[in-house]
């Protein structure tokens, strides 16, 4: 079993940046880890990814080119840094991990690991 704890999040206005953190404990993350968000009402959905070995780096189109996904293996610790960001980003942001990227970036269901959430409010 592994255990995520995000961190980072909070208030930050519109154009500002943040960096989410994403520690995994217990055990290693399984092959993927990433991030999901909801905003208040709607549907958790796929923010970005990245494959544990290797590298891969996967995004939703919503935040490609304004978020990046790094990874520290020694710290077994994966990163969100949102730049530019806009009030629609505003949501509880969940860190998560699972074996397939087909499954993360196309369904919330079925997700092996989840972390609790982090709430990123963005001002306009």
């Known amino acids: 079993q592994v255990q995520l704890v995000e961190s980072g999040g909070g208030l930050v206005q519109a154009g500002g940046s943040l960096r989410l953190s994403c520690e995994a404990s217990?055990?290693?993350?399984?092959?993927?880890v990433g991030w999901f968000r909801q905003a208040p009402g709607k549907e958790r959905e796929f923010v970005s990814a990245?494959?544990?070995?290797?590298?891969?780096?996967y995004y939703a189109d919503s935040v490609k080119g304004r978020f990046t996904i790094s990874r520290d293996n020694a710290k077994n610790t994966v990163y969100l840094q949102m730049n530019s960001l806009k009030p629609e980003d505003t949501a509880i942001y969940y860190c998560a991990s699972d074996g397939s990227i087909m499954k993360m970036q196309t369904s919330t269901s079925g997700v092996d690991y989840w972390g609790k959430g982090t709430l990123v409010t963005v001002s306009s």
């Open positions: 217990g055990r290693a993350f399984s092959t993927y």
């Open positions: 990245i494959r544990w070995y290797g590298g891969n780096t």
